[in-house]
Antibody
């Protein structure tokens, strides 16, 4: 069974940084594209970034380009999202997801709040 | 980017009645090479991640009750719940995965009347 557990969320001031992690189990992590998808409070879903199985290709939504970096460690079955220069509009629950779209395997999410 | 617009924003339906949610894309998400519409529907209950219901516009995900159905092609799509159950109260969202970035509708909140 696919199991994804996000961590690393919390309260951070505008302009600050945060690193999210996603621990994967139940499948061969190194064989799958991985995604980060976020949802601002009371808002719709937004795809943030994805990464190829070997980490050689990465794609981002325009609003986070240059500020967020997706990475992975296949030896540790882990996905990461390094978030810098955080803004209030980055406040959201961040989900990791395996191999979509369509998105069928989600973690429970971790909340990031950007506020002074 | 392709913009996905759902209607209505909220909907109240009686138990056992039909619920219909619409989704319109700003450009076609039908890929001519395989004649598939790259459109998915999700259900999200409070405090939970989304759950995939429908993909390729009309293919039901494994384990999803057959009261859920998807239809449409090109730019106009519909999610139908044939007989509303209490456990169907949720927010429903459409998503296109025809082009990057994949984009979602704003969501439709479904309640019991």
């Amino acid at each position: 069974e696919v199991h994804l557990v996000e961590s690393g969320g919390g309260l951070v001031q505008p302009g600050g940084s945060l690193r999210l992690s996603c621990a994967a189990s139940g499948f061969t992590f190194s064989s799958y594209w991985m995604n980060w998808v976020r949802q601002a409070p009371g808002k719709g879903l937004e795809w943030v970034a994805n990464i190829k199985p070997d980490g050689t290709e990465k794609y981002y939504v325009d609003s986070v380009k240059g500020r967020f970096t997706i990475s992975r460690d296949n030896a540790k079955n882990s996905l990461y999202l390094e978030m810098n220069s955080l803004r209030a509009e980055d406040t959201a629950v961040y989900y990791c997801e395996r191999s979509g779209p369509p998105y069928r395997n989600w973690g429970q999410g971790t909340l990031v709040t950007v506020s002074s | 980017d392709i913009v996905m617009t759902q209607s209505p924003d909220s909907l109240a339906v009686s138990l056992g009645e039909r619920a219909t949610i619409n989704c319109k894309s700003s450009q076609s998400v039908l890929y001519s090479a395989d004649n598939k519409s790259y459109l998915a529907w999700y259900q999200q209950k409070p405090g939970q991640p989304p759950k995939l219901l429908i993909y390729w516009a009309s293919t039901r995900e494994s384990g999803v009750p057959d009261r859920f159905s998807g239809s449409g092609s090109g730019t106009d799509f519909t999610l139908t719940i044939s007989s509303l159950q209490a456990e169907d109260v949720a927010v429903y969202s459409c998503q296109q995965y025809y082009s990057t970035p994949p984009t979602f509708g704003q969501g439709t909140k479904l309640e019991i009347k």
